[in-house]
């Protein structure tokens, strides 16, 4: 008597294997999508820093953590740097956890501005220093020399009594008529007039509100 072997049909394997790659197509997916989101949280960490230190020096005209009036500001529970406020420099290391130094105080500031979520409890550094989307923690540093990039910028028309600093290149005449020429001349003698005038360094550099919005000037 013969005996009969029973298995799987090539049907059957095939569609196993299927569903086997569909598993592990989503499940691939979804990791993809996960790392993506922490990418973007990690990103974002550092994205709203500038945003932070906009937002506090538009409304209180200082920088987080170098404010010399953040007790009048954020009230009695807020605590001011050392002799260093005012300086317009946020002093100490990115990953301070000394309570005296303004890159540590920089979070109590803008939390307490309610610029940013988080505890304004400096004795508790475990639940004060923030952390990333994977537990690490960041921080701000601002200070000494670098590079500025600018976005958005604005260019306006001002007086003869502001402030300029630098000085433009040779510029042709817009025209050859006679009328063009000499309007061409006085504007050349007012900006030299201008740039003798003018201060050696920058003084007119705040951050200022206007009815466009906020702008560098």
Do not use: C
Request: charge should be neutral.
């Amino acid at each position: 008597m013969r005996s009969q072997q029973s298995g799987f049909t090539l049907v059957e394997i095939a569609i196993v294997l299927v569903i086997i790659g569909l598993l592990l197509g989503g499940i691939l997916k979804g990791q993809e999508l996960i790392n993506s989101a922490k990418v973007k949280n990690l990103a974002n960490d550092f994205r709203v820093i500038p945003t932070y230190i906009y937002a506090y020096q538009d409304k209180f005209k200082s920088l987080p953590g170098d404010d010399p009036q953040v007790v009048a500001h954020l009230g009695n529970t807020a605590t001011q740097a050392g002799a260093s406020a005012g300086n317009s420099v946020i002093n100490g290391a990115w990953d301070s956890s000394n309570a005296a130094d303004e890159s540590f105080l920089f979070w109590q500031h803008v939390r307490m501005a309610n610029l940013a979520a988080g505890s304004t409890n400096p004795a508790v550094p475990a639940e004060y220093q923030p952390r990333n989307a994977v537990g690490f923690s960041f921080g701000v540093l601002l200070f000494g020399q670098g590079q500025v990039w600018l976005d958005d910028v604005a260019v306006e028309r001002v007086t003869r009594d502001v402030p300029l600093t630098g000085r433009l290149g040779h510029m042709e005449a817009v025209g050859t008529s006679r009328e063009e020429l000499r309007a061409e001349g006085l504007r050349r003698r007012q900006q030299d007039d201008s740039y003798r005038l003018a201060p050696l360094q920058p003084v007119n550099l705040s951050f200022t509100e206007s009815a466009q919005g906020a702008r560098w000037r």
